[in-house]
């Protein structure tokens, strides 16, 4: 993925919960939107959509777990963890959460 697409949502989803617990918004959004674009074959518009949900909110406040600096490939580490093969509910959690978003649309 080219491109990021700004975020739709500043006070809930991702971004308004990445805001509120301090981190920095610009740098998790888009290594957040790098990440899960790459991992699942998804277009800007989709993971700007996926991170604007309450998906996005859970997985800004799973950062917490990543430690308190935050950088770009300490947040990729973090979100390739919890999508590995072992964290199989991070990947349903993802798919189910991109079904609800195609069923809103349809």
Do not use: C, K, Q
């Amino acid at each position: 993925m080219d491109t990021v697409l700004a975020t739709n949502n500043e006070t809930w989803g991702f971004w308004g919960t990445a805001e509120r617990n301090g981190y920095p918004v610009e740098l998790a959004w888009e290594a957040a939107s790098r990440f899960l674009a790459a991992r699942f074959e998804l277009s800007a518009v989709r993971t700007r959509d996926l991170l604007d949900t309450r998906f996005g909110r859970h997985l800004a406040d799973d950062l917490s777990f990543a430690g308190t600096e935050l950088t770009a490939e300490i947040i990729t580490a973090h979100l390739e963890a919890r999508f590995s093969a072992e964290r199989r509910d991070w990947v349903r959690w993802v798919r189910t959460a991109l079904r609800d978003l195609d069923a809103l649309h349809h």
